[in-house]
């Protein structure tokens, strides 16, 4: 299996970067000032940048993107990035069909109209990926659950990278039974395409099937959350193979273990001051950010020796 990266979504928590070789970063249209912050941050540090449109938090919303204001956005990020010595791919503006809460029930119902109105929402994104292409960018393209496999073979004539997007609402089994239908589809029909998982950050997940990349804003919501995640053994002896330390910050949590020594013990050996990882949610989504940075290079080593597979019972996910 090849090589996989992790881009790091959301805003970055810190006006510098710690210490932390973080090179694959997502930003969002939907908040245009991260991907300047995250230029300024990174300097002309090499690395590998995503610009997803933000459709989805958009139409969380009610709201809808204006596809001419995207594609001039993309345009002048794409001679930008190229000045700081990124390498930057645009991802295509899809249209998520249905409503807000609604997505599972739409995706697995049989009722023709239902299926209209998914194959709908495919075929306008289709028509914006090809409006990209006729503008000069090839685009990432999304293939969503629901979705004929149609859409699938018609996007891989127009983009060599295209996101692989399970229905947000519905359960880790049914989207894991999906991603599999869509990664044996490819396989099956011999499908040369590089793929990105969107909002994907789980180990079992990234280890199981051949991602391109994968991104998920994760290290920013445990930590807003007080939550952070250590390696098993801590930073200095870390064994990403067994069950990762889950550390609840906030004292009325009823799973806390914050003060107990061991664990004391593990966060000191974070490189930030401890009371500072106890008051600051920023801190902490440094130590998670950490924690996925080792956690990257523990599954491309998995996959470059492909000596074993590892469960999810095995993971602790």
């Known amino acids: 299996m090849s090589a996989i990266k992790l881009y790091f ?20 249209y939907h908040y245009p000032t991260q991907f300047y912050d995250w230029m300024e941050i990174t300097k002309e540090n090499h690395g590998y940048h995503l610009l997803d449109s933000g459709a989805f938090s958009v139409w969380a919303s009610g709201a809808t993107i204006d596809i001419e204001k995207y594609l001039s956005y993309a345009k002048e990020c794409v001679k930008i990035a190229k000045k700081h010595n990124k390498q930057l791919r645009v991802v295509n503006l899809d249209v998520i069909p249905g409503e807000v809460g609604k997505t599972s029930s739409l995706v697995l119902s049989s009722k023709p109209s239902d299926m209209e109105i998914i194959d709908k929402a495919a075929a306008q994104g289709y028509e914006n990926l090809c409006y990209f292409i006729d503008n000069g960018i090839i685009p990432i393209h999304v293939f969503h659950q629901g979705e004929s496999f149609k859409w699938l073979d018609k996007m891989v004539e127009k983009t060599d990278y295209i996101g692989i997007s399970p229905a947000n609402d519905l359960s880790q089994k049914q989207k894991r039974r999906w991603i599999d239908r869509a990664f044996n589809y490819i396989e099956k029909n011999n499908i040369k395409v590089k793929t990105h998982g969107f909002a994907v950050f789980d180990a079992n997940t990234m280890l199981s099937y051949p991602w391109t990349s994968c991104d998920a804003a994760t290290y920013r919501l445990l930590g807003a959350y007080g939550q952070i995640y250590l390696p098993y053994g801590g930073f200095k002896n870390p064994d990403y193979s067994r069950p990762r330390v889950h550390i609840f910050i906030s004292d009325k949590h009823k799973k806390n273990v914050f003060f107990e020594g061991k664990v004391k013990e593990l966060l000191d050996e974070s490189g930030f001051a401890y009371e500072d990882i106890k008051s600051i949610g920023s801190v902490r989504a440094m130590i998670n950010a950490k924690y996925f940075l080792g956690l990257e290079k523990w599954i491309n080593k998995q996959k470059k020796t492909n000596k074993k597979k590892y469960s999810q019972e095995k993971l602790g996910l």
């Open 9 to 28: 979504a959301g805003s970055w928590p810190f006006k510098t970067l710690k210490g932390l070789d973080v090179r694959n970063k997502l930003s969002s």
